[in-house]
């Protein structure tokens, strides 16, 4: 078990801050809406590979990487060196200049994306990647209708939360684009909740040809999470895409792939999450951003080089690929390749998830997921989705030293995605810090 201990790094902050004090402060000058884990919220002060530390000198084990954004490890040295090399030479440029940085991790993208003839446009965040995907695929069909799938969420800018399916996500009802929603992100309720693979994906496509039957004019795009994040590591079967691709591309209408969640090797099978789904080829564009950045402020969409340059307008980002944030994601990246990790979370992922569902608890109703992105679904004594026992169980697993996340339409399911690095005895170590938290809620509830 995961005791609190004294910080190993001394570069925590010399006088603790109060958190009570902390949150009070933070609550006066923040907007109301914006989300804070736990009743006494934490203040993270360092980390080191899958542990972080908080003010008041804490360890937890990560479970979540700030929010599946810390893909290998905390204060990976390759990273932390290429950042303040880079940092101690030149902070920052703007894409008016040249730099090998953001060039080389281009190359590197556009080659790992599978999307032929393609380039890569650099954000700064998810939000923003999604944003400028949707601004070329609309540019390009010459169309402000989307597609979009329920239960989905691509971000928080007034484009993308706009077509977002989900009133608590999406409190504007004016959006720039007109969204359709499709079927096929959750298969655990609805119409089709007791279909097979193949039935299910029958009845969804079944569905986004009748939709496309009834609305006048173009469509732009589908934008659709290979497994929805925020709505709870949810997804139809392997193969929904590639049959939606194939109602797509008798339309010419593009898909737009938010990897933002899903991309570098965290699903465990495949790099991407679209590759699930890949007999009908790649998306047409494809957004990523989180874990790239290990933590740094990187996001960007890749495009076959026709539709990225579509645009036509001379454009910048002051931001976007900067020469700090290039460098930081490049060494990042080569050690996932280097070490493998996409195929270290097939197999701690298998074992975290097998661990999970051994425990046969009454409150959880499913464990799911694929590699390092496991969802454990939460339900009341009479089956009906529980929000207060995933509250609950969070409260409790950071009293015994791990820090979960937590999502779902009905705010009902956990959300485990430790950074890709996680050891098998540390998998083992989460798992039983989560049962016995579990097990606590649960104690709690009855
Ligand atoms: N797309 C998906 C699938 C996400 O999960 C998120 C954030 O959680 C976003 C987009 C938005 O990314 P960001 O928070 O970096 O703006």
């Known amino acids: 078990m995961s005791n609190p201990s004294e910080p190993s790094n001394p570069s925590g902050p010399s006088e603790p801050s109060n958190p009570s004090e902390l949150i009070h402060r933070h609550r006066a000058v923040t907007p109301s809406w914006l989300a804070v884990y736990y ?131 999406s409190p504007t009802s004016l959006s720039p684009l007109q969204t359709l929603y499709v079927h096929g992100g959750v298969r655990t309720r609805g119409p089709f909740a007791e279909l097979s693979d193949a039935e299910f994906i029958a009845a969804c496509t079944a569905d986004l040809e009748d939709l496309l039957g009834q609305v006048g004019g173009n469509v732009a795009a589908l934008i659709a999470e290979p497994i929805q994040g925020v709505g709870g590591f949810t997804s139809g079967p392997d193969g929904l895409f590639a049959a939606f691709k194939r109602v797509l591309d008798r339309h010419g209408i593009l898909w737009i792939s938010d990897e933002v969640q899903t991309g570098w090797g965290r699903t465990g099978d495949h790099f991407w999450g679209w590759q699930a789904h890949a007999e009908a080829g790649p998306p047409d564009i494809l957004t990523f951003a989180k874990g790239i950045g290990n933590g740094l402020s990187m996001g960007g969409v890749v495009a076959r080089a026709e539709v990225m340059d579509c645009l036509g307008a001379n454009s910048i980002s002051t931001f976007g690929g900067s020469p700090v944030t290039t460098a930081g994601a490049l060494a990042n990246l080569r050690h996932l390749l280097d070490h493998d990790l996409q195929g270290n979370s097939r197999r701690i992922g298998a074992l975290l998830s097998g661990l999970l569902r051994a425990a046969d608890l009454p409150m959880v109703r499913e464990v799911r997921g694929r590699g390092l992105m496991i969802g454990v679904e939460l339900v009341d004594s009479s089956g009906e989705p529980s929000a207060a026992a995933a509250a609950s169980t969070l409260e409790h697993a950071r009293e015994l030293g791990l820090l979960i996340g937590k999502g779902g339409l009905a705010g009902n399911v956990l959300r485990i995605a430790p950074p890709l690095s996680l050891t098998a005895e540390e998998a083992a170590e989460g798992a039983e810090l989560l049962i016995e938290a579990l097990r606590r809620a649960q104690a709690e509830s009855t």
């Open 39 to 169: 009743a006494e919220p934490i203040e993270l002060t360092h980390g080191e590979g899958r542990h972080v530390w908080d003010s008041q000198g804490r360890r937890y084990l990560d479970f979540f990487g700030g929010i599946l954004t810390t893909m290998t490890a905390h204060a990976l040295p390759e990273v932390t060196k290429a950042v303040a090399e880079q940092a101690s030479r030149i902070l920052h440029s703007s894409t008016l200049y040249l730099s090998s940085s953001m060039v080389e991790l281009a190359e590197q993208i556009a080659e790992l994306s599978g999307i032929p003839d393609a380039k890569v446009f650099f954000t700064t965040s998810g939000t923003e990647a999604n944003d400028a995907a949707l601004l070329l695929a609309t540019s390009y069909r010459r169309s402000n209708q989307v597609l979009a799938m329920r239960n989905s969420y691509h971000g928080r800018s007034f484009t993308t939360i706009g077509i977002t399916g989900n009133s608590s996500w």
